[in-house]
Nanobody, 117 residues
C-alpha cells in the first residue's frame, strides 16, 4: 500500500522560510515525478513544483526564485525549500507521486502553510 507522509508545515512570518518533506513508501518503483501542489481556501489546487528521478524540475511562475524542490531517490523522498514566503503562499500543500509504470498519481494528506505576521 502506497503512503505519502508529509511534514514541515506551520506558521511563519512574511519573508521567512519553511521546508516541507514528503516520504513515499509501498512501491517497488521510484516515483516519478514527485512534487507539490497547493490549495488555498476557495481556490483550485495548483501546481507548485515537480521533479523527476533524473532531477528535471518544473516550477510555477509564482514561486520561481523563491522555492527549491529536491529529492532523495534512495529514500523516495521529496523536499520543498520555501524562502521569502509571502501571505499569498498560504495554503494546504499536497505532496504527489506518480507510479511511472501504472501512470497513477498518489496524494498525501496535505500540510498547512500559513504566512502571516
Amino acid at each position: 500500500q502506497v503512503q505519502l507522509v508529509e511534514s514541515g508545515g506551520g506558521l511563519v512570518q512574511p519573508g521567512g522560510s519553511l521546508r516541507l518533506s514528503c516520504a513515499a513508501s509501498g512501491s517497488r518503483f521510484h516515483f516519478s515525478p514527485m512534487g507539490w501542489y497547493r490549495q488555498a481556501p476557495g481556490k483550485q489546487r495548483d501546481l507548485v513544483a515537480t521533479i523527476t528521478t533524473g532531477g528535471s524540475t518544473n516550477y510555477a511562475d509564482s514561486v520561481k526564485g523563491r522555492f527549491t524542490i529536491s529529492r532523495d531517490n534512495a529514500k523516495n523522498t521529496v523536499y520543498l525549500q520555501m524562502n521569502s514566503l509571502k501571505p499569498e503562499d498560504t495554503a494546504v500543500y499536497y505532496c504527489t507521486a506518480r507510479n511511472p509504470v501504472l501512470m497513477y498519481d498518489y496524494w498525501g494528506q496535505g500540510t498547512q502553510v500559513t504566512v502571516s505576521s
